[in-house]
C-alpha cells in the first residue's frame, strides 16, 4: 500500500501531490520550491495508489488537489484523473511519454536481474548528467542510498506497471494540464511529450532547453 505525509509551505493555500518516478522516491522533490502544500508519497505502490491517495485526502481534509506527475508519475496522474476526476484542480505533467514500450521494459528487467546496481547508475547517470550542479547534489544526497535501497522486486513490478499504462489523452480532455519537459532528455524524448499537447489545445507546454529527464532541478 501507499502511504502518505503532508508537509505544509508557509502562505500556501492549495496542495499538490508529488509522484516521483521509476526507481525514486518522494526525496527526489527535495530541491522543489513551489507555493503549494505538498502531499508526499513516503510508501509507494503504483497498483493501488489511486485508493490510498483517497484515504489519505479524506484523513487530512483535503477536498481536491493538484497532481504533479514525473515520469512514471504521469501514469499515475492520469489514473486518478480516470477514478477522481472531480478531486483534481489541475495536473502538471513532468518528463512524461504517453508509453514505455512492454518489450523495452522486459530487456531492462534482464539487465537488472544480472546487474542491478548497474544498471541503475546508468539510469540515474543517464537522467540527470547534463546539469553538474545538479547530478553533484544528486551523488551527495540520493545515490548511494537509491544504489542500495531499490530492490529487485520492487524495481521489476514498477516495470510491470509501466507495461500495462499510458497516457490517454480523452482522460485530460478540459482539465488544466502543464507538460514540463528538459529539451535534453535522454529516457522521454521531448517529441513525444509535445504529440500529446497537440491532442490536447487547452494545455500549456514548458520546455527548458539545458534541462534533461529530472527538470525540476
Known amino acids: 500500500m501507499s502511504k502518505f505525509k503532508l508537509v505544509n509551505t508557509p502562505g500556501a493555500k492549495d496542495t499538490m501531490l508529488l509522484i516521483p518516478g521509476w526507481a525514486t522516491d518522494y526525496r ?7 507555493n503549494y502544500n505538498y502531499l508526499l508519497p513516503v510508501e509507494f505502490s503504483p497498483s493501488i495508489f489511486c485508493e490510498d491517495l483517497l484515504a489519505a485526502m479524506e484523513a487530512n481534509g483535503i477536498k481536491k488537489i493538484s497532481v504533479l506527475g514525473w515520469s512514471m508519475g504521469g501514469f499515475i496522474a492520469c489514473d486518478i484523473l480516470s477514478k477522481y ?4 484542480n489541475e495536473v502538471v505533467f513532468v518528463g512524461v511519454r504517453r508509453r514505455y514500450e512492454k518489450a ?11 546487474d542491478r546496481k548497474a544498471f541503475l547508475y546508468k539510469f540515474y547517470n543517464d537522467c540527470i548528467s547534463v546539469d553538474r550542479e545538479a547530478y553533484k547534489w544528486f551523488r551527495a544526497h540520493l545515490l548511494k542510498d537509491y544504489l542500495e535501497s531499490m530492490k529487485l522486486d520492487y524495481l521489476l513490478g514498477e516495470l510491470d506497471y509501466l507495461s500495462g499504462h499510458q497516457i490517454e489523452p480523452e482522460y485530460l480532455e478540459g482539465v488544466k494540464v502543464t507538460f514540463v519537459h528538459g529539451r535534453k532528455d535522454r529516457i522521454a524524448p521531448i517529441e513525444e511529450a509535445m504529440v500529446l499537447k497537440e491532442a490536447l489545445p487547452q494545455a500549456r507546454f514548458i520546455s527548458l532547453e539545458a534541462a534533461g529527464h529530472i527538470p525540476f532541478f
Request: aromatic share 4%; hydrophobic share 45%.
Open 85 to 88: 476526476r472531480d478531486r483534481v
Open 104 to 114: 523495452n521494459n522486459e530487456k531492462i528487467k534482464m539487465l537488472l536481474i544480472k
Open 28 to 34: 527526489i522533490f527535495d530541491t522543489l520550491n513551489i
